[in-house]
Structure formats: structure tokens, C-alpha cells
């Protein structure tokens, strides 16, 4: 047998090299994605395939589910935790151990963990909890018209979360919301669907929706502006990029998601998850701008809404999934479907879930949030395309698309999450960030009982001050919905100030602060109070659960109200995710501020009612008189509202302070 020389050795061993690189493309972050992409996908089986496709929770995934179904992509579903009030390092320790069991499979894909971080990475503990949207939506800079709102804010509000939910391992989130909160007066019930969320490009035009508090305003043109969110998750796209290529640029940013396509804040007298009834022209002037803007900014991956167009399910919705967002638009990120949105598609949910499959597959769904009965999805598209209902060509365009979202975010070459962003979470800088956009978020709707005696800002020297009101000493009422747990949760349910801390460490030491949370007429006349702040509104919701249809501030919000500023000069902070019944109040109050959902950092509402700070913010929607009037938006024929859009007024800082 003939032997070979040791520089013989050497070349076989080169040769050998060179092949495996040559045919391991996808692993070489020098090739183009295109070429990457391609490489992947031919040597994919058609089990890999739709493996990527499926999206499972949390609690039902494995190492090993990971790498026997080769699952693509991971999400935590409101209030789904590795562990109650857990730290960063078990966040990342639970992510990685998941990502070992995808990296262990045959081809060594990565997933993408995905989580609702809507106002910050707001499922953890610790985290830096922002204003909800509806409070983000007034945050226009003074000097500008009033479409214009604050674009570097919004960025920066970005670029923090991207660095929480970062700072957990986790590098998708489902945000922004981008719904245009705008109801269609039609009496139709029918086609009931659901939804969820981070870009949320939502519209909200009836403030009976129990999304609307995600929703920055009843103007398409100020939504538009707050898809600047985007940059801010994933970074600036690059000049000369083509439209609708995903970007994002690096490991301190996240994947974003624009949703809930299309048309989820026009439904009917606001009922979640039910049909839009609206003109072609309304639905591409109202509700689809705003998704124009995200796919130009580079948005990887894009929502379908729970809810109905015309009675036509969105999540089986092909002419606009397909025909309009890829090919007209020419998105190239993926398409997502909400939790359990292809369910929804049957009357019973699940009835028929191979028809499900086939309808939302056949549309353009990329890939399927399951969360839970994943061998069921798994199982039903393979038998769909194996029978060929579903064309492999369909599969293989879902799977390209999964696939350049993650080629490009770099997720090949950075898998694995470590603890040096863990320092992010519930930063100082971001607290300060926050405690801006509560400042830039308050509007003031009355200030004085007549136009000569302003009450606001409030002197910090008094004798005796009272703050009274459910929501003065409480974080889960002054975060809402969305916040630790799903529908969010009364009480001191994570860290931060709250509005009653704030006031205290705000006034002069030697100003005495009362508080007592619904005080009589009598406690309030024995004390002599030199003025009174109450602080109330709604208690935490979200989604369906949130729909209201009568809009009052449920008790003792009323009855403080009364009693308080019926005895003493009185300002009135209102706590809620949308514009509520307030008018029969208005009289007996000095000054009433709209503060929305502020978040954790509520030293930014003392800061203006002590005179910081000037008050600034301007309605992003139409303040009502009674729900009879809705849907009410600015440009109706029966505009008559007690506060229009646009409405709020201005007051300058006291220089003293």
C-alpha cells in the first residue's frame, strides 16, 4: 500500500477544509444573506422547514422539544415567567438552555425568543416600565404643529427597551403598535376575533376598545410619526437599503414587530377582535399608512390582527397579506400570526384546525404563534403540503423569510445571551428616560375656575396638603394592563415611585402630606387642607377584557371626587388608558390633568404639578362629553366634544424652582 508524504497530508486535509466551507455557506457571515439563505434552505428537510415555522410558549418548550421538532421560535406570553420576580441571569440561563436544544440539531438553526414589551420589557421584574402608548401620543414638542409629536423621544424609548429586553437574553419584541384607534358606527357584532402585542401601529378611534390605551391616537399622521419606536428597537437602516429588507443592527438591538394588521382599532362600537366595516379608501388612508412607514424603516416582522375587514378574517386574509404587504408594499421580513390567531378563523375556535392551517398558510402567514398543541400544527402542514394543498414553493418563502430576519440580526454568529447587558434593566438612565416621557405625556384640560386663577403649578410650601385616591400609592394602577401579568395588577407589583412618594419627596419638608384614600367630607373640613390632590381612575386591563361600553371611572373614584373637591380647593390626576366620563365633575374641580398610564416613574407627575417643569402635552384623540356620542373623531360632522383634539394647555415653569 503505497504511503502518502506529510505534505500530501497537508493539501488532502486544505481540499477538505475548503469543501466544508465551500458547502457550509450559511455559516459564513462574509457570504451575502442572499446566498446564505439559499445554501440553508436546500439542505433543509421539510420537517426543518416547518419546524421553523412554529412558535411555541414557553412552558411547553424543552432542550429537547427544541431539537426534535426543531422549533424556530420561543415567545413568553403575558405574565409567563421562568420564575416570579426573576432576575436577568435566570431570564438568560432559562433563553440559552432553550437555544442549546436548537443549536444541537442536525443543521444548528437558532431560534428567536419573543416577548410583549410594549411599554419596556414590561413581563420582568425590575424593568423600566414607560408610559403606554396613549400617553406617548400627546408628547408633541410645543413649538412644532400639532401633528408633530417628539420623533427623538420615541427613538431613544426604542433604543432603552431594545437594551431590557436585551438585557434578559430576549431579542424579539412585539412592538410597536401602530392601530389607529377609530370605530366604525355600524350596530354589527358579527365576526368576533382576538389579539395581541411591540410596534403597535394601532389606530384607535373609539375609546371603547380595550386596546386603546396601546394605541398613540386617533390620527393616522400622528401614528405615522411614532413608528421612529422602530429605529429605536433595531437601529437606523442604512442608506441605499432596498425597501423592505429587515434590518437590525447588532446585539444591543431586537427584532421589531409592527401590529396588529390591518384595521384592529376601527372595529365596530370598539369591541376587540370584531369586523371593521370601512371603504377601501378609508382603510388605506386611516389604518394601513402607518405599516408603510415601519416597512420603509426596515421592520422585520409584521402582526395579523384577531380582527375582521369587511367580515373577511385577517388571518386568512391573502389579498392583503400577500398581494398588498409582500408584493405591492414589498415587505420582506416575516409575517406572524397573533396567540392562537389561526384558531380563531372557526366558530368554535379550533373547530377545524387543518382548515385553520390551510387558510392561514394559503394567505401568507409565515410563521404561526401555535403557542401550545404544537405536534397538532406540526403534524397538520406536513400532511397539507406532503398531499400538496399547500405547494412547497409556500413553505419555502415562509422559511426564506424567517431566515433572513435572522441572518440578518446576526443571530448565526451570536446565539447565545451572557450577563454583560444584564446592567440595563431598570438602569438609572432609563428611569430618567421614562420620567421625561411622564413629564412630555401630562395634559392639562383645566387649570383654575375662572381664566385669572390658575391653580397649577402648586406651591411646594404649605401648612397641610391632602392626597386621596386609589391610584396615589399604587404602581400596578399607574402602569395598567400589560405590566408583570397580562391584564396587569393592582398593588406594588414591581419597582418604582409612585405618584404619592413623588408629591412627598417633591414639597417642602416641612409641608405636611396626608393621605387617606377616600376620605369623608368630614376628615376633609376638621383639617383645614391648604389644597388636595386626587389621584384615580381605572384599575389594570387589557384586550377584551378592557372593552367598556360605558366608560365611567369605577367607584370610589366618583364619590372621591365629589367629596373631596366639594371641601377644598382641588386637583384632580385622572389614571386611565383612555378618555373617560368626566364631564359631570368638571365644575367642582380646580385643575384636572389627563396622566394616562405613566409607568413606574411617577416623580415625573410631580415634577409638572409642582412647576419643574412646564405642562406641554396636547390630546392625541378627542375628548367626549357622553358615550352616546361615539365614535366621535376630529373631522366628524358631529364633532362636539368636551375637549377637542389638540386641546391642552401650556404652562411655563416656575423659575424658583
Same mark, same amino acid.
Given at each position: 500500500?503505497?504511503?502518502?508524504?506529510?505534505?500530501?497530508?497537508?493539501?488532502?486535509?486544505?481540499?477538505?477544509?475548503?469543501?466544508?466551507?465551500?458547502?457550509?455557506?450559511?455559516?459564513?457571515?462574509?457570504?451575502?444573506?442572499?446566498?446564505?439563505?439559499?445554501?440553508?434552505?436546500? $439542505?433543509?428537510?421539510?420537517?426543518?422547514?416547518?419546524?421553523?415555522?412554529?412558535?411555541?410558549?414557553?412552558?411547553?418548550?424543552?432542550?429537547?422539544?427544541?431539537?426534535?421538532?426543531?422549533?424556530?421560535?420561543?415567545?413568553?406570553?403575558?405574565?409567563?415567567?421562568?420564575?416570579?420576580?426573576?432576575?436577568?441571569?435566570?431570564?438568560?440561563?432559562?433563553?440559552?438552555?432553550?437555544?442549546?436544544?436548537?443549536?444541537?440539531?442536525?443543521?444548528?438553526?437558532?431560534?428567536?425568543?419573543?416577548?410583549?414589551?410594549?411599554?419596556?420589557?414590561?413581563?420582568?421584574?425590575?424593568?423600566?416600565?414607560?408610559?403606554?402608548?396613549?400617553?406617548?401620543?400627546?408628547?408633541?414638542?410645543?413649538?412644532?404643529?400639532?401633528?408633530?409629536?417628539?420623533?427623538?423621544?420615541?427613538?431613544?424609548?426604542?433604543?432603552?427597551?431594545?437594551?431590557?429586553?436585551?438585557?434578559?437574553?430576549?431579542?424579539?419584541?412585539?412592538?410597536?403598535?401602530?392601530?389607529?384607534?377609530?370605530?366604525?358606527?355600524?350596530?354589527?357584532?358579527?365576526?368576533?376575533? +382576538?389579539?395581541?402585542?411591540?410596534?403597535?401601529?394601532?389606530?384607535?378611534?373609539?375609546? $371603547?376598545?380595550?386596546?386603546?390605551?396601546?394605541?398613540?391616537?386617533?390620527?393616522?399622521?400622528?401614528?405615522?410619526?411614532?413608528?421612529?419606536?422602530?429605529?429605536?428597537?433595531?437601529?437606523?437602516?442604512?442608506?441605499?437599503?432596498?425597501?423592505?429588507?429587515?434590518?437590525?443592527?447588532?446585539?444591543?438591538?431586537?427584532?421589531?414587530?409592527?401590529?396588529?394588521?390591518?384595521?384592529?382599532?376601527?372595529?365596530?362600537?370598539?369591541?376587540?377582535?370584531?369586523?371593521?366595516?370601512?371603504?377601501?379608501?378609508?382603510? +388605506?388612508?386611516?389604518?394601513?399608512?402607518?405599516?408603510?412607514?415601519?416597512?420603509?424603516?426596515?421592520?422585520?416582522?409584521?402582526?395579523?390582527?384577531?380582527?375582521?375587514?369587511?367580515?373577511?378574517?385577517?388571518?386568512?386574509?391573502?389579498?392583503?397579506?400577500?398581494? +398588498?404587504?409582500?408584493?405591492?408594499?414589498?415587505?420582506?421580513?416575516?409575517?406572524?400570526?397573533?396567540?392562537?390567531?389561526?384558531?380563531?378563523?372557526?366558530?368554535?375556535?379550533?373547530?377545524?384546525?387543518?382548515?385553520?392551517?390551510?387558510?392561514?398558510?394559503?394567505?401568507?402567514?409565515?410563521?404561526?404563534?401555535?403557542?401550545?398543541?404544537?405536534?397538532?400544527?406540526?403534524?397538520?402542514?406536513?400532511?397539507?403540503?406532503?398531499?400538496?394543498?399547500?405547494?412547497?414553493?409556500?413553505?419555502?418563502?415562509?422559511?426564506?423569510?424567517?431566515?433572513?430576519?435572522?441572518?440578518?440580526?446576526?443571530?448565526?454568529?451570536?446565539?447565545?445571551?451572557?450577563?454583560?447587558?444584564?446592567?440595563?434593566?431598570?438602569?438609572?438612565?432609563?428611569?430618567?428616560?421614562?420620567?421625561?416621557?411622564?413629564?412630555?405625556?401630562?395634559?392639562?384640560?383645566?387649570?383654575?375656575?375662572?381664566?385669572?386663577?390658575?391653580?397649577?403649578?402648586?406651591?411646594?410650601?404649605?401648612?397641610?396638603?391632602?392626597?386621596?385616591?386609589?391610584?396615589?400609592?399604587?404602581?400596578?394602577?399607574?402602569?395598567?394592563?400589560?405590566?408583570?401579568?397580562?391584564?396587569?395588577?393592582?398593588?406594588?407589583?414591581?419597582?418604582?415611585?409612585?405618584?404619592?412618594?413623588?408629591?412627598?419627596?417633591?414639597?417642602?419638608?416641612?409641608?405636611?402630606?396626608?393621605?387617606?384614600?377616600?376620605?369623608?367630607?368630614?376628615?376633609?373640613?376638621?383639617?383645614?387642607?391648604?389644597?388636595?390632590?386626587?389621584?384615580?381612575?381605572?384599575?389594570?386591563?387589557?384586550?377584551?377584557?378592557?372593552?367598556?361600553?360605558?366608560?365611567?371611572?369605577?367607584?370610589?373614584?366618583?364619590?372621591?371626587?365629589?367629596?373631596?373637591?366639594?371641601?377644598?380647593?382641588?386637583?384632580?390626576?385622572?389614571?386611565?388608558?383612555?378618555?373617560?366620563?368626566?364631564?359631570?365633575?368638571?365644575?367642582?374641580?380646580?385643575?384636572?390633568?389627563?396622566?394616562?398610564?405613566?409607568?413606574?416613574?411617577?416623580?415625573?407627575?410631580?415634577?409638572?404639578?409642582?412647576?419643574?417643569?412646564?405642562?406641554?402635552?396636547?390630546?392625541?384623540?378627542?375628548?367626549?362629553?357622553?358615550?352616546?356620542?361615539?365614535?366621535?373623531?376630529?373631522?366628524?360632522?358631529?364633532?362636539?366634544?368636551?375637549?377637542?383634539?389638540?386641546?391642552?394647555?401650556?404652562?411655563?415653569?416656575?423659575?424658583?424652582?
Amino acid at each position: 500500500m503505497a504511503k502518502l508524504c506529510p505534505s500530501s497530508l497537508v493539501i488532502i486535509m486544505m481540499c477538505c477544509y475548503w469543501a466544508a466551507s465551500e458547502s457550509l455557506k450559511y455559516k459564513d457571515p462574509k457570504q451575502p444573506i442572499n446566498i446564505r439563505i439559499k445554501d440553508l434552505l436546500n $439542505r433543509m428537510t421539510l420537517a426543518e422547514k416547518i419546524g421553523q415555522m412554529t412558535q411555541i410558549e414557553r412552558s411547553v418548550a424543552s432542550a429537547d422539544v427544541m431539537q426534535k421538532y426543531f422549533i424556530g421560535s420561543i415567545l413568553s406570553g403575558g405574565g409567563s415567567v421562568p420564575a416570579k420576580e426573576a432576575s436577568p441571569e435566570t431570564w438568560i440561563n432559562m433563553v440559552n438552555g432553550f437555544q442549546n436544544g436548537s443549536l444541537a440539531t442536525r443543521l444548528g438553526i437558532p431560534m428567536i425568543y419573543g416577548i410583549d414589551a410594549v411599554h419596556g420589557n414590561n413581563n420582568v421584574f425590575k424593568a423600566t416600565i414607560f408610559p403606554h402608548n396613549v400617553g406617548l401620543g400627546v408628547t408633541r414638542q410645543v413649538f412644532l404643529p400639532l401633528v408633530n409629536v417628539d420623533p427623538e423621544l420615541i427613538e431613544k424609548i426604542g433604543a432603552a427597551t431594545a437594551l431590557e429586553v436585551r438585557a434578559t437574553g430576549i431579542n424579539y419584541a412585539f412592538a410597536p403598535c401602530i392601530a389607529v384607534t377609530i370605530t366604525s358606527s355600524s350596530s354589527s357584532t358579527t365576526n368576533l376575533v +382576538f389579539v395581541i402585542t411591540i410596534f403597535c401601529s394601532q389606530v384607535c378611534r373609539d375609546p $371603547r376598545w380595550g386596546r386603546c390605551f396601546e394605541s398613540y391616537s386617533e390620527d393616522p399622521a400622528i401614528v405615522r410619526q411614532m413608528t421612529q419606536l422602530i429605529p429605536g428597537l433595531q437601529g437606523d437602516i442604512p442608506p441605499n437599503t432596498h425597501k423592505g429588507v429587515p434590518f437590525v443592527a447588532g446585539k444591543e438591538k431586537v427584532v421589531a414587530c409592527a401590529k396588529h394588521f390591518v384595521g384592529d382599532g376601527g372595529t365596530t362600537k370598539g369591541i376587540n377582535e370584531n369586523n371593521t366595516v370601512i371603504s377601501p379608501h378609508g382603510l +388605506f388612508s386611516i389604518h394601513m399608512p402607518a405599516y408603510y412607514d415601519s416597512v420603509l424603516k426596515g421592520v422585520a416582522t409584521i402582526m395579523i390582527s384577531y380582527s375582521s375587514v369587511n367580515g373577511a378574517k385577517m388571518h386568512a386574509d391573502g389579498h392583503l397579506i400577500t398581494n +398588498f404587504l409582500k408584493n405591492t408594499v414589498k415587505f420582506r421580513g416575516f409575517v406572524i400570526s397573533d396567540w392562537q390567531g389561526i384558531d380563531r378563523l372557526t366558530d368554535p375556535p379550533h373547530a377545524n384546525y387543518t382548515f385553520s392551517i390551510l387558510r392561514s398558510v394559503e394567505a401568507g402567514l409565515d410563521m404561526i404563534m401555535v403557542p401550545y398543541n404544537y405536534t397538532e400544527f406540526i403534524d397538520g402542514l406536513s400532511y397539507l403540503v406532503t398531499n400538496k394543498f399547500i405547494p412547497i414553493s409556500r413553505i419555502d418563502d415562509a422559511v426564506k423569510r424567517i431566515l433572513r430576519v435572522k441572518f440578518v440580526m446576526g443571530l448565526f454568529e451570536n446565539p447565545l445571551a451572557d450577563l454583560t447587558m444584564a446592567k440595563h434593566l431598570g438602569s438609572h438612565e432609563h428611569r430618567e428616560l421614562a420620567r421625561e416621557a411622564v413629564r412630555k405625556s401630562l395634559v392639562l384640560l383645566k387649570n383654575g375656575k375662572t381664566d385669572t386663577e390658575p391653580v397649577l403649578p402648586l406651591p411646594k410650601k404649605s401648612t397641610k396638603i391632602l392626597v386621596a385616591g386609589t391610584h396615589a400609592d399604587d404602581i400596578g394602577n399607574q402602569c395598567g394592563g400589560w405590566t408583570i401579568e397580562w391584564h396587569g395588577q393592582s398593588g406594588n407589583i414591581t419597582v418604582g415611585t409612585t405618584i404619592l412618594s413623588a408629591i412627598k419627596k417633591t414639597v417642602d419638608p416641612k409641608t405636611e402630606v396626608v393621605y387617606q384614600e377616600n376620605p369623608t367630607p368630614e376628615f376633609i373640613k376638621s383639617n383645614n387642607f391648604s389644597y388636595a390632590i386626587v389621584v384615580t381612575g381605572e384599575y389594570p386591563y387589557s384586550e377584551t377584557v378592557g372593552d367598556n361600553l360605558n366608560l365611567t371611572i369605577p367607584e370610589p373614584g366618583p364619590t372621591t371626587i365629589t367629596n373631596v373637591c366639594g371641601a377644598v380647593k382641588c386637583v384632580v390626576v385622572l389614571i386611565t388608558g383612555r378618555p373617560v366620563v368626566i364631564e359631570p365633575y368638571v365644575s367642582n374641580m380646580d385643575g384636572l390633568v389627563a396622566a394616562w398610564l405613566p409607568g413606574t416613574e411617577g416623580q415625573g407627575v410631580a415634577d409638572v404639578l409642582y412647576g419643574d417643569y412646564g405642562f406641554t402635552g396636547k390630546l392625541a384623540r378627542t375628548w367626549f362629553k357622553t358615550v352616546d356620542q361615539l365614535p366621535m373623531n376630529v373631522g366628524d360632522p358631529h364633532y362636539d366634544p368636551l375637549y377637542p383634539f389638540g386641546f391642552g394647555i401650556t404652562t411655563e415653569p416656575v423659575k424658583s424652582n
